[in-house]
């Protein structure tokens, strides 16, 4: 079912005649099982964040801005380094009654802050909304906040809104449009948008981007992220061992050849200055509050937390609650240094665990406390808010920070890797069931039933998490693309998924621990998924089939083909075509704006932490790490160009019963539907009819009733394997500015509601405005119509190894999977799909009624989770197409 | 492995295969719906399967009443009225290959079951059989699987013979010999006992009791694999504290351990409606949770294990 006029009269129906032995809650709503309770210190917390606003400060940006301007002249990562310090010096601490761990992006509970150095444009463009806003609004003119739980979508009272989340204070809005405008024509966007433009095609970037065939350029939105972090220098050497390090090797390589190594030193030493003053102000400030604190028990968590601070500004860690903080503060330092999204703290649970396996040696941590620990991590992680602009927060991210922390997979010999402080970690996500850090489980056959069937239970309780991932698909997809950066099989063991779904290489540090050494994994590339994102297939297509227009805008994007497409290969031959010239302009532009990126702007704490920086002396953006074969060329929609062309093949050549020309008018008349171009009404189920409805009935009907992906159809089928088969090739014939091949990335996140807003309808019969459908492998909504085992032959028709992931999100109903025994015959369904050679699957374990009743009564459903494409949210900050397409897609509901 | 479909072998009508059910034998499992029942149960979630072939649904919601369902009916069997497509199911013969289904733009009109092959149908088990995991095999219900006996035993045997779990649900209400012929291919069978009292039992479904619980008798004793009996409970019907005594005597004679309730849903209801018949079930309310608890404990004091609906131990 397509639309909601077809779709709402039948949508009880579809369920009940293809899954009619199964059994629908009689009324009500079927609440999830398994579901616990927070600590009371972590539920005050949650409670704390669930009442807070998205906020902007200005602080961080003011003095950095401020310090660079001093060193006009000087080296630029010094420069950058001298910046970085004086921002971490000057933001005002902000602890919370009650916080076990403490430190946060700015001074507020979710605070963050523009970085114009890497984009000023999108705060410029607003200036003049913003000082409207900013004069307009007034304690009087008070606007409701809207739907959308801790976003700030309206101005209120002082508070203005920017990009539809955030909220600024009405007197920084002056320091904050001064300094943006330092960085006009300084910024990365700025220079690497002079630079771009000398690379030939580049008028058909800008028309690619106009269509937006294309959703946005990563080198100066989100320059870093979709990668692993790795902690083990901090907590191998502490701070001050780092500039020990720093030290002897700036002496060892000071006039010598390669002498921007000494820069590089020099820069990480000045950097980590920065944060020693950072963490000392935050200890201050936690005596200050212990002066002031009567509660007895609270002034002794304060006085903690200052010894705690005080021995972390200089030293490596002793004890979990230690290493648990120098984790936070490092991975809150690098969000802090770019706008990030897709920070991953990786295998965490096995870099930690020398330290909890110790402390529960000594006998001085509990399971208990570790619980309450983990679940004040899990708020932290949920803190974390990603300043962007609205394109890129709302549209490609729904406001996800994408802290991806995995668990299993197997340890540096081969063997399982999962241990008992990983159980732990999933106890706290069942007991706080907060977004981030969004889980992933790395499964393999060789990992314990046991902890197997912990991570079922924490999937039942319907928070989307954990996402189940196939760990030898994985660790092929590395050997074949990091071997000849010397990748062997027992480093590829060391990998973890990157952001939302990105497979990331990782490496086996040894901690030493009181005299023991123990092999840590952590990240070892930069940004694993940088480069050309998000082509928009399905308007692609559009392009091929309307001789390179735009048929939204009516512009030329391409070269006119004057293909007559008389048969289905010119079809395919010139959607080839198109999509290599799109993925050859953009790899261009794409490389001179990270290279502007690393020549102004480089990272100088990422870069610190990554093996081998630190030893090679140069940072990410100059192959100072590992591993560097990270661009890729992302896509998005493939599941609807695939059905299009299956669409075409049937109807136009096989059985020539719609003519090409017919159908482009059909696609164009939106098959009589109004166009949610003029509506307004993008949504799946809200698609009005025109009086020439009747006259596309045939077609329409037609184009639905073609074959589609999804079915075990091997008609569909042959044409997605030949397209993926394609794909992970030709991406090869393309060199990113480490100039290693790129390799394709099959990850829409929320970028299947914007594109699919202005592409016109599809041969598949979707109508123009509407989403495409999510993920890589998901099928349509409501298109699959043969039973999720025939849904996963289709998936598993081609292996999924040639690209750097694949993704089925399935919204499974509660009584599937309940009881006992629904847990283990859950967990052999995943295992199934893992073992069909199907790369990640998650699912969403939701009655659809409760969907709907939550989108009428958002307030109900405050803390309700939902899985879209990738990644957990809480439902009333999706926006409602989103919402609509998870509605829509298919639920497996089965005898209760 | 893709077989070739050579024709000789039996064509059945089914009206769904279902992937990842839970509840109908070991593991997850496939379900084959076979059409055609001896019985008619008042309260039946499948209505259509009750027709030996296929059956036309109709939709009213979805219906535009553009009327391009109605120039090709050979029984001339569709009009329009208010808008609407009226079907009279005197003359609808529900023909081998419908065309109003076919003409319908919207699936107002859809048919419900489809012939198959052995041959194709043993290829989705064979495509089914990578998913199920562990566990997992076909179950064959319906309808009353073993009505096109010719078909279920040609799938049951294809199944064994390529280690394939194979488990039926019957209504038990068909010819010994019949059960003789497919018990070597089986390994569950699911029993349904609807009520011990025959003039009763005719009266709920539209037929005898007798046959069914010699067929119970006789399975207890000559069937080798797992036999389970299923108790559909239906309130007002079969749900008194005597029948409940009367269902452990006769399970106890049969030598059974252990019994299965399936409680009352109207989950079928709307099945109903597209088919254009009256429900009979809905005048009833599905069992109260303590009512099911009562059950369970007279079951259990009678020393019988029992367990409801999903709760199954396999």
Known sequence: MYVMEIKLGQLEDVSDVYNYYGKRPESGIQQREGKKAPTPRADKARQLYLEAKSSVSVEFPYWYTRRWEELEGEVPIIRRAEALKSGFAHLTPAILPGELLVMRKANYLRGSYPMPWLSEAFLLSKEDDLFKTAHKASADDITTIGQGGGNVTASVGNVISIAGKFGLRKEEIPILIKTAKRWLNRSVEDIGHKYEQLVPGYGTKEEIMRAVICMFDSGYTLPQGREVLNYYYPLQFGINGIKEICSKNLNNVAGRPGMDRLYFYKAVHTMLEGLQTWIKNYSEEARLMASLEKDETQKAEYHEIAERLDWLSENKPGTFHEALQLVWIFHVAVLNEDAISGLSPGRLGQVLYPFWKQDMAKGILTKEKTIELLECMRIKFTELDCFASMGVVGGVLSGNTFNNLCLGGLDKEGNSAANELEMLILESAMSCDTPQPTLSLLFDEKLPEEFLLKGVECTKIGTGYPAWINNRVAMEFLLNNFRKEGMESEEARAWAIGGCLETSPGSWMPLELNGEIYNIPGGSAPASSVGVHFISLPKVLEAVLFDGLDKRTGRRVYPAHGSELTTYEEVWTVFKHYFSMTVEVLTLTNNIQHDIWGKVSPSIINSMLKPDCLETGRDISHKGSRYNRTFNVEVCGGVNLVNSLASIKKNVFDQKSISMDELKTALKSNFGYLSALETGSYSLTEQFKTDEYNYWLRIHKLCLDAPKYGNDDKYADNIFREWQQWVSKMCENYRSMYDEPLYSCQISVSTHAPMGAVTLATPDGRLCGTAFADGSVSAYPGSDRHGPYALFNSATCYNHALSQNSQLNMKIHPSVVMGREGSRKFLEMIKAYLRKGGFHAQFNIVDSRMLRDAQINPSNYRGLMVRVAGFTQYWVELGKQIQDEVISRTEYEQLG | ?314
């Open chain 2, 1 to 314: 492995m893709n077989l070739v479909d050579d024709n000789t072998c039996s064509k059945g009508h089914i009206f769904d295969i279902q992937g990842l059910s839970v509840h109908d034998g070991p593991g997850c499992r496939t379900l084959i719906f076979l059409c055609g029942c001896t019985m008619n149960c008042f309260w039946c979630s499948n209505p259509e399967g009750i027709n030996p072939k296929h059956s036309i649904m109709y939709s009213e919601a979805s219906c535009i009443g553009c009327g391009n369902c109605l120039s090709n009916c050979a029984k001339n069997a569709l009009s329009l009225e208010g808008g609407k497509v009226k079907i009279a199911r005197q003359l609808c013969r529900d023909c081998e290959h419908p065309t109003c289904t076919a003409d319908c733009y919207t699936n107002a009109l859809r048919i419900s079951g489809f012939e198959i092959s052995v041959d194709k149908l043993y290829q989705i088990i064979q495509r089914d059989r990578q998913y199920w995991g562990r566990e997992g095999g076909i179950t064959l219900t319906g309808g009353e699987p073993l009505l096109q006996l010719n078909f279920a035993r040609e799938i049951l045997q294809r199944c064994h013979q390529g280690y394939v779990h194979t488990a039926i649900e019957t209504c038990g209400n068909i010819l010994w010999e019949n059960f003789l012929e497919v018990i070597p291919f089986i390994d569950w069978i699911f029993f349904d006992l609807k009520h011990p009292d025959n003039t009763e039992h005719k009266k709920g479904t539209n037929s005898e009791n007798r046959l069914i619980l010699e067929n119970a008798i006789r399975l207890s004793k000559e069937f080798h694999g797992r036999l389970i009996f299923r108790l559909p409970l239906i309130p007002d019907f079969n749900d008194s504290e005597e029948n409940i005594n009367s269902v452990v005597s006769f399970l106890k004679k049969a030598g059974r351990k252990e019994i299965n309730i399936l409680p009352l849903h109207h989950f079928g209801k709307e099945k109903y409606t597209l088919l254009q018949k009256e429900y009979h079930g809905s005048r009833i309310s599905v069992p109260t949770d303590e009512k099911l608890k009562n059950i369970r404990e007279q079951f259990i004091n009678s020393g019988l294990d029992c367990f409801i609906g999903s709760e199954t131990p396999f």
